[in-house]
């Protein structure tokens, strides 16, 4: 691992040494010195007193981080590093903030004995602008320099840890540095430190300006240009500091994107920073192994299958008016798909079509659960909406690994042919209007088991004679070509489903959808097809 993080660290905090070193001689070059009677002996003891107090500063930072960072085996102790990493910009604030004002009050103690030893007159808004500058200088600058370097070294550093297997994870939300880090609060406190605070002292210092003798407004407009260098200097370092980091990330973003796009599903993306970027690195890292366990498990998958069969209904229940119809083809390489319909005393129906992510026992086990607790809910006659929320917030709870679970639950009121219904994350149900063509109930909630405290919402549709819903997985629209090269698609799925509009019987539909995906190139690689179909039959049709 990386040896002698405080040396590497110091190199990255050149920006305070030039902005202190501008500062220096500006004032000289003003003639502010002279008027103050600072010697070039005095100047080299300042010089000497910054490096001291900014140095014990950036090797107290430090501190924490080389013990860390002296394993021999980084994997035992990553979890400590990790939080270490989370909190270094943290901790660079708080001690340069100190060694800031410590030098600030050093300075202007040394000054103003100097000038007073010298018999240097020093009126009250010479004192007061020798303060404001040495205050906003060292208590402000120093720790906002400090702190975007910090980010740069922290940013670099995660970058060289990543190939130990660190930072690929979550942190503690209390180890979160998100409040500087945050990419919506970093421009605010860019302005505040090089705009908003340097405005208000140069307004005092107009203030100042308009009382005493000349040479007390001369020293006090000098010390005004002083400030604005040095602060046009560190808003020019803060901005190309800014970039330099998020060009950076957005770098290690982009070649996670393309190792996804070419399928290398064991790549993982280095979490750089605790911001929005850094959500989307772990996002991405959950994405990747939640594809990379899908395809490490297609083989384990037999048993899974045959226990998702098991927990499928035997019989669709019988309604006037309305025909239902549940099919699943399962292959043994995947698994996960779920259906079913439970019927209410009041003749309502429950319908559900589901899809766990990931494969294998995990899913079939996870399926089983929702399965139970479906059933449970169903007895007792809860809203859709509130029996969604249970199950988000036990999915919650249960599921880990970056495991969810796209559901699509109605209730189909067969007295008032109308449908209330929920989407989380489920590919879009088709309704085939008798008339109008095919409608999408698309998802307008993520799925369960990602989010706690969500609230989810039913949408009310209509069901006209004629009118079917058929809902699926995405085993129908992923079912490959003959080429491997495409999928069969929604599009195809709309046009096959207007064409078949005028099948009565739902029975045929299953067999008829099967004949045109194997045309089409489907394979046993392909995910399980799993179906599940409403009809609001014509009153003068038998019903079955």
Not at 31 to 53: Q, R
Not at 100 to 124: E, M
Not at 204 to 219: I, K, N, P, T
Not at 331 to 342: K, L, N, P, R
Request: one cysteine or more; aromatic letters at 10%; proline letters at 4%.
């Amino acid at each position: 691992m990386l040896q002698h993080p405080f040396a590497r660290f110091t190199l990255y905090l050149w920006p305070l040494l030039l902005v202190f070193a501008l500062g220096q001689f500006i004032m000289r070059w003003t003639g502010n010195t002279e008027a103050l009677g600072i010697t070039w002996v005095l100047s080299l003891a300042d010089m000497v007193v910054f490096v001291l107090t900014f140095g014990t500063a950036a090797w107290l930072s430090c501190r924490s981080l080389s013990r860390c960072l002296r394993s021999a085996n980084p994997e035992r102790s990553a979890r400590r590093v990790e939080t270490v990493m989370a909190d270094f910009p943290w901790r660079v604030l708080k001690l340069f903030s100190i060694a800031g004002v410590s030098f600030a009050l050093y300075l202007f103690s040394a000054v103003a004995l100097t000038a007073l030893a010298g018999g240097k007159d020093l009126p009250l808004s010479v004192l007061i602008s020798l303060f404001l500058n040495f205050g906003f200088g060292a208590g402000v600058l120093a720790p906002a320099l400090a702190v975007a370097n910090a980010i740069v070294f922290s940013v670099n550093l995660r970058l060289h840890l990543s190939g130990h297997g660190l930072f690929q994870g979550h942190l503690d939300e209390g180890h979160s540095f998100r409040q500087f880090t945050s990419s919506t609060h970093r421009p605010w406190l860019v302005f505040m430190v090089t705009g908003l605070v340097p405005t208000l002292i140069l307004s005092a210092y107009v203030y100042l300006s308009l009382s005493g003798d000349e040479s007390s407004r001369h020293f006090i407009l000098m010390q005004a240009l002083v400030l604005l260098m040095m602060s046009v200097s560190a808003s020019m370092i803060l901005v190309w500091t800014i970039s330099h980091t998020l060009k950076r990330v957005t770098q290690e973003l982009q070649s996670g994107l393309k190792k996804l796009a070419k399928g290398q599903f064991d790549a993982c993306v280095p979490v750089l920073m605790d911001d929005e970027f850094g959500d989307l690195a772990l996002g991405l890292n959950t994405a990747m192994r939640g594809l990379r366990e899908r395809e490490d498990l297609k083989d384990s998958l037999a048993i899974a299958a045959e226990i998702q069969q098991g927990l499928l209904p035997k019989f669709a229940p019988v309604i006037p008016f309305y025909q239902l119809l549940g099919f699943q083809q399962t292959c043994f390489s995947v698994g996960g798909d779920y259906y079913d319909y439970i019927e209410l005393e009041d003749g309502r129906i429950w319908l559900m079509i589901a899809d766990v992510s990931g494969k294998g026992y995990p899913a079939a086990l996870t399926m089983a659960n929702l399965q139970a607790m479906l059933r449970g809910l169903a007895t007792l006659d809860w809203p859709i909406e509130e029996a969604a929320n249970y199950l988000n917030e036990a999915l919650c709870e249960t599921l880990t690994g970056g495991r969810f679970v796209t559901l699509f639950m109605g209730k189909l009121q067969p007295q008032s042919h109308s449908l209330i219904w929920i989407n989380a994350g489920h590919v879009p149900p088709l309704l085939l209007r008798s008339h109008d063509g095919v409608e999408q109930l698309a998802a307008l909630s993520p799925p369960l088991g990602l989010v706690k405290g969500i609230s989810y919402e039913v949408t009310r549709t209509e069901l006209d004679e004629g009118d079917a819903l058929f809902c699926y997985t995405d085993g129908v629209t992923e079912s490959s070509s003959h080429n491997g090269h495409e999928r069969f698609g929604e599009a195809r799925l709309k046009q096959w489903l207007l064409e078949h509009k005028d099948i009565t019987d739902l029975k045929q539909l299953p067999e008829a959808l099967l004949n045109t995906l194997n045309d089409y190139g489907r394979s046993d690689d392909d995910d399980d097809l799993t179906l599940l179909c409403v009809r609001h039959c014509e009153a003068n049709k038998e019903q079955t």
